[in-house]
């Protein structure tokens, strides 16, 4: 029995009553759920995908023309590259702004982001406030640090117009893994920073709607350093015991501890690169945490911002 034949029967006779309003009345409140849903996605544009990059340039054939201007170009699927630099591209953010609430919430840290444009700059200002009971350590890899000979240590913002994702065009900076690689920031205490986001992206021309968010910070809690320390001590240990020997040339002229020449320590037959592939860092859950800034729509004019090139402050301003 379909639904359209479906009949409803009282006792002095028999009423017909059609259904076949069912089907379609399922059909729009399915519809009114898929629309507002489509309208909460949208107003956080975790996952809207970026289509297209901009902000490389190309070599130019013509002479006298070292580079032809930037374009905007389809988003490849892998890293980008120019002059053989790498330059990662991150078609969505990295963090859903759910799951950062949820993580700042619980650690009691807020992280705040404010851009404006300001003559010919823009400017992003990140804060973060501790109003937790205990100290935290924040990694230095996406901060702007005064005695760095780069504006940003990498690439630390998600800027996008339009599905146009702008290329990070910085440097990298080295971090050897130690505790000076870290900003404290004692409970109840802020730290911020400010950066001029031209400085490493190039804006297009014209008047657009920028979407900015930061990507993730990781902060630590002093038990983080506690358990890296017994981590290395440990592993540098079991790879000294375990350490693959390679037979090199004798020479009678070199001591005999140099006849083996000691490997990779990260190939795959120590003990450290076996528990790392078991996701096993030394590091517990709950010594650190992730989490992203807030997002800012702002309208930025890009014909009166001083382009990276110009002011040599990318590794591509040759």
Request: proline share 4%; glycine share 4%.
């Amino acid at each position: 029995m379909t639904m359209t034949d479906f009949l409803i029967t009282i006792p002095r006779g028999k009423v017909s009553i059609e259904m076949g309003w069912l089907p379609s009345f399922f059909r729009v409140i399915t519809l009114i759920f898929i629309l507002l849903y489509i309208s909460c996605v949208s107003a956080s544009e975790d996952v809207v995908l970026k289509k297209y990059i901009y902000g490389l340039r190309q070599y130019s054939q013509i002479e006298g023309q070292k580079y032809l201007p930037p374009v905007i170009e389809s988003l490849p699927y892998t890293d980008v590259k120019e002059n053989d630099e790498e330059a990662r591209i991150y078609p969505y953010y990295d963090m859903g702004d759910n799951e950062s609430k949820v993580e700042r919430d619980k650690h009691q840290v807020d992280i705040h982001l404010a851009v404006q444009q300001k003559n010919s700059d823009v400017l992003a200002m990140v804060s973060f406030y501790n109003r937790g009971q205990q100290n935290y350590f924040l990694y230095k890899n996406r901060l702007s640090l005064k005695d760095s000979f780069t504006p940003l240590c990498s690439h630390t913002f998600s800027i996008a117009s339009e599905g146009i994702s702008l290329v990070y065009l910085g440097w990298k900076c080295e971090f050897e893994g130690e505790d000076t690689d870290w900003v404290a920031i004692p409970a109840g205490k802020k730290f911020s920073y400010t950066v001029s986001l031209n400085d490493v992206y190039l804006f297009p021309p014209g008047k657009r709607r920028y979407n900015i968010g930061s990507l993730k910070f990781r902060m630590a809690t002093d038990t983080y350093f506690y358990e890296e320390r017994i981590y290395r001590y440990l592993f540098s240990i079991a790879n000294w015991k375990y350490y693959p020997c390679k037979n090199k040339r004798y020479n009678s002229l070199r001591r005999i501890v140099d006849i083996c020449e000691k490997e990779n320590p990260w190939r795959d037959n120590t003990i450290e690169s076996f528990m790392y592939a078991f996701n096993y860092d030394g590091h517990a859950p709950n010594s650190y945490f992730e989490a992203r800034s807030n997002q800012v729509v702002i309208e930025i004019d890009g014909d009166k911002i001083t382009s990276p090139y110009d002011k040599d402050t990318t590794r591509f301003s040759n």
